[in-house]
């Protein structure tokens, strides 16, 4: 690693992160057509006299080769062709599975590739689909990007991989049909999207005049730097190398969660009172086991240990300009170096332009983001991540969510936001039709001093935790035919409605070790002990 780059680091765990790719194009072959057969291709004069070359594939697609031949003997695919063999073998060396979908008439071409193409990591479409002028193409990606934006949202690369020579005109009618992509880069020819991006690349038919053109064998390695430059960085690395771990140990956790434990878990949910508390033990289970895994590897290091973080910042692609924060007057801007950040990163002692480490937390937003409102945005994105397992925002719930330990609620009425404190025995396992006080910590807005970050209705609230005990608050809810609280489904929002009939708007879940601090800080408060005692050895004792 010491001699490769931040942008080498990048590829080389996209490479391993991305498993499989799917294209449709309608004139995909594996068998090379017999050359004898062929027509001349346009603007090429007939060459007479010349036997033309033969190749035997066998039904697997392989070229058998005649002796002292050349090594690459397959003959370059034309105009819209498309070599499927070189393009299978091509991605195969770098470790990714491709499918290649030719189309047969009489077939939902749509349907057929969305059902493949919904878990690729890669979706390669041609233009020119039965001469549909990229009609197909527009469908497929409209679909597709639909479909990951109701359940919640993923990255998705798609490429269009065609003959057509002008990517702009195609870019462009993509852009109209398709309103998301309202990010053309003309000059890369990319269209972006907040969680999708679209490359176009210009196929090589086999000219040597055709010199924009990217023959199949060139391809993966166009497709893993585009997707490295769409999503790396130093967080989505190490989200990406933590999944290839997951891929990597997945038969070890098969092997250790076995068939022959079946009888434990079954008995384990028989002996409980609550049945369906079960499942969420197993998948606790299975969570730690992941967890355990992460802890034994070298995520960290491979992806943000110092010498990879001096590469990010030596990174020729990376902008200097962004290295900045507020001055210690709190208005103007400070421009910093590579060496002062690298100096920082390392835990050396802070030059004196850092200013007091008391208020860096106040000044640091527009490190690496170059302007303050676009630094505190993405503080409190993570702010949010830290701390929350789940929140509305980020996720499509299908299965409601239980009123629990942790669970942050929002008052229809009042507007205020609250916690919900209740011991987590005490959430569950509960008598049908049986009227159920819960308890509640109330949140104030804060931007000065919070506690936690929850977004409501596309913004983010600073909250800060009333932590004294006479500012908790009790609701009292009856749990129907079931042993827990469940919420009702109105719009896009779950929606507790207490006895009182109060509706509190369920926003997010704290992670467990969070909502236990809370907790710890208003039985501390419960604790304090009141001594009537000697003035004079209070004030010397501190108090």
């Not at 470790?95 to 590739?113: F, K, M």
């Not at 798609?158 to 870019?171: M, N, P, Q, R, W």
């Not at 990010?312 to 962004?322: A, G, I, Q, W």
Request: with cysteine; aromatic share 8%; proline share 4%.
């Amino acid at each position: 690693m010491s001699s490769m780059s931040y942008t080498d680091i990048t590829n080389e765990i996209v490479s391993e992160f991305l498993q499989t790719v799917v294209i449709l194009d309608d004139e995909s072959y594996l068998k090379e057509p017999n050359l004898a057969d062929e027509e001349p291709v346009a603007d090429e004069e007939p060459v007479d006299d010349v036997e033309p070359e033969i190749l035997d594939p066998n039904p697997r697609g392989e070229v058998v080769a005649e002796e002292n031949a050349p090594e690459e003997l397959r003959r370059p695919s034309r105009q819209n062709e498309l070599d499927a063999k070189l393009l299978i073998d091509s991605f195969a060396e770098n470790g990714q599975l491709c499918a290649v979908l030719l189309p047969e008439e009489g077939n939902d071409l749509v349907e057929h590739t969305k059902k493949i193409a919904k878990n690729a990591d890669v979706v390669i479409l041609d233009w020119q689909i039965k001469q549909d002028s990229g009609q197909t193409a527009r469908t497929i990606i409209d679909h597709i990007t639909q479909k990951d934006n109701e359940s919640g949202g993923r990255l998705r690369l798609f490429v269009i991989y065609t003959g057509e020579l002008d990517l702009y005109k195609c870019a462009e009618s993509i852009k109209e049909e398709i309103p998301i992509f309202e990010n053309h880069d003309k000059e890369n020819n990319i269209l972006r999207s907040k969680s999708s991006l679209v490359k176009l690349i210009t196929k090589h038919d086999g000219r040597d005049d055709l010199s924009e053109g990217i023959r199949e064998k060139d391809l993966p390695d166009i497709i893993i730097s585009t997707f490295a430059e769409f999503a790396g960085g130093l967080v989505p690395n190490s989200v990406m190398t933590a999944i290839n771990q997951v891929r990597e140990n997945t038969h070890h956790v098969l092997q250790r969660f076995s068939k022959e434990l079946d009888g434990s878990f079954i008995a384990h949910r028989i002996l409980l009172e609550d049945h369906e508390d079960a499942s969420g033990y197993l998948i606790e289970l299975i969570a730690d086991e992941l967890k355990s895994m992460f802890d034994l590897s070298s995520i960290g290091e491979k992806t943000v240990g110092f010498e990879v973080l001096k590469k990010y910042l030596n990174d020729e692609k990376y902008p200097l300009e962004r290295l900045q924060i507020i001055k210690k007057n709190g208005t103007s801007i400070e421009q910093l170096s590579k060496e002062q950040v690298l100096l920082a990163l390392q835990n050396k002692p802070l030059d004196k332009v850092w200013g007091k480490l008391t208020t860096l937390h106040e000044r640091i937003h527009p490190l690496f983001h170059g302007n303050i409102e676009e630094g505190k945005k993405r503080f409190l994105e993570l702010s949010r991540i830290s701390s929350l397992r789940f929140e509305l925002k980020s996720q499509n719930r299908k299965v409601p969510p239980r009123l629990k330990l942790g669970s942050i609620v929002r008052s229809e009425l009042t507007g205020d936001f609250y916690v919900c404190l209740q011991p987590l025995c005490d959430c569950q396992r509960m008598k049908a039709e049986k009227e159920n006080p819960f308890i509640f910590g109330k949140f104030t807005k804060s931007n000065s001093k919070f506690d936690l970050v929850v977004n409501y209705q596309g913004v983010d609230n600073c909250l800060s935790f009333r932590h004294k005990p006479f500012e908790t608050k009790v609701f009292n809810f009856k749990s129907g035919n079931y042993t827990c609280i469940i919420p009702e489904k109105s719009n896009d929002n779950w929606i507790f409605k207490s006895i009182e009939d109060s509706q509190l708007v369920w926003l997010a879940e704290l992670r467990p070790a969070f909502a236990q601090r809370l907790i710890h800080r208003i039985t501390t408060q419960l604790s304090r002990i009141g001594v009537d005692e000697f003035e004079w050895q209070r004030l010397y004792a501190g108090g």
